[in-house]
Nanobody, 118 residues
Framework: QVQLVESGGGLVQAGGSLRLSCAASGRTFGSYAMGWFRQAPGKEREFVAA????????LYADSVKGRFTISRDNAKNTVYLQMNSLKPEDTAVYYC???????????WGQGTQVTVSS
């Protein structure tokens, strides 16, 4: 089992940047693929980005491709989401999640709010 805690959210103007962090507990962080998701008010949660266990493969939603970068540091049990050129439509609660052998995102953090003002 792994516990996840996100941080780094906040209020930023359009065009600005934020870096989200997700710290994981436990000694098996490297055995999980990691993902970032977001949920805006009144909308369903959506996929943002994912990274493989060994940091050799990444995947992005079309809406963030070229602006967001997911990365991980297995020595620090942390996954990051660097968000550049932020837009008001990026406003949401951002969640990190871990996917193990079940191939489902079984573990979720509590979320961190990102608000982008126009």
């Amino acid at each position: 089992q792994v516990q996840l805690v996100e941080s780094g959210g906040g209020l930023v103007q359009a065009g600005g940047s934020l870096r989200l962090s997700c710290a994981a507990s436990g000694r098996t962080f490297g055995s999980y693929a990691m993902g970032w998701f977001r949920q805006a008010p009144g909308k369903e949660r959506e996929f943002v980005a994912a990274i493989s266990r060994n940091d050799d493969s990444t995947l992005y939603a079309d809406s963030v491709k070229g602006r967001f970068t997911i990365s991980r540091d297995n020595a620090k049990n942390t996954v990051y989401l660097q968000m550049n050129s932020l837009k008001p439509e990026d406003t949401a609660v951002y969640y990190c999640a871990a996917r193990g052998v079940s191939m489902r995102y079984d573990y979720w953090g509590q979320g961190t709010q990102v608000t982008v003002s126009s």
